[in-house]
């Protein structure tokens, strides 16, 4: 059985970091990545990493977020610095298999003064 959680969440003032852990098991995972939602907004993507390391990012968090995994923990991590406003959200965690993919339930992510 396949398990998607999410770790690291919280309020934070604008121009903080936050790290992000995602833990997934129960399988073999090729790609991982963050998405969010905001309040009254679509899901969207924020970061994904393939299992070779290849990373891909929103244009509007290139250069303050950086995805990062350790395979041998089925770990993905979200460095998140220069937080804006912007950023708050619920961020999920997705894994993908090579037949399905997994949601995790979520951490929020509050960035406010």
């Known amino acids: 059985q396949v398990h998607v959680v999410e770790s690291g969440g919280g309020l934070v003032q604008p121009g903080g970091s936050l790290r992000l852990s995602c833990v997934a098991s129960?399988?073999?995972?090729?790609?991982m990545g963050w998405y969010r939602q905001a309040p009254g907004k679509q899901r969207e993507l924020v970061a994904i990493?393939?299992?070779?390391?290849?990373?891909n990012y929103v244009d509007s968090v290139k250069g303050r977020f950086t995805i990062s995994r350790d395979n041998a923990k089925n770990t993905v991590y979200l460095q998140m610095n220069s937080l804006k406003p912007e950023d708050t959200a619920v961020y999920y965690c997705?894994?993908?298999?090579?037949?399905?993919?997994?949601w995790g339930q979520g951490t929020q992510v509050t960035v406010s003064s």
């Open positions: 997705k894994a993908d298999t090579a037949v399905s993919n997994y």
């Open positions: 990493i393939t299992r070779a390391g290849s990373t």
């Open positions: 129960g399988s073999i995972f090729a790609n």
